[in-house]
């Protein structure tokens, strides 16, 4: 039934929060999150304040779950939106496109 009501809802081209993308965290879908303004009621998305990333290479020295927090951190702050459950596909997909990014600009 989560399912079916995931794809329901997941009806358009840019899915990001549906059953899908929870099947498969990935590089690609933490990408689209970042610069997607879904992820709170600001309007504004991470690329607003971290353009491409820059200065986040934080992500390079914190563990996953402190990384998850300060990303939630972002997210309820300045997005208002609601924070992502750790274990959640979008959350492992954000994890994947900053540790990406973490070696990028020192
Ligand atoms: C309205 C602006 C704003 C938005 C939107 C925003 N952030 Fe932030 N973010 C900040 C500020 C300000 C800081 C703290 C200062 C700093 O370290 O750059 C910060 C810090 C961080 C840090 C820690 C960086 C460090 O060096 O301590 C991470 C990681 C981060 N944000 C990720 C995200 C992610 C992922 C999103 C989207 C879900 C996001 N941010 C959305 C403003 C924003």
Known sequence: MKRLAGL????????VNGAWAAAAPSLKSGQELF???KLGTSG???DSCHPGGKGLNIS????DDDLADTIN???AGPL???????ES???KSLLLYLKSLAGAYK
């Open 44 to 46: 504004k998305s991470c």
């Open 35 to 37: 610069a997607s303004d």
């Open 8 to 15: 329901v809802i997941c009806g358009g081209l840019l899915c």
């Open 80 to 86: 208002k939106g609601k924070p992502l459950a750790p």
């Open 89 to 91: 596909a979008d959350m």
């Open 73 to 75: 951190g972002c997210i």
């Open 60 to 63: 390079a020295v914190l563990s």
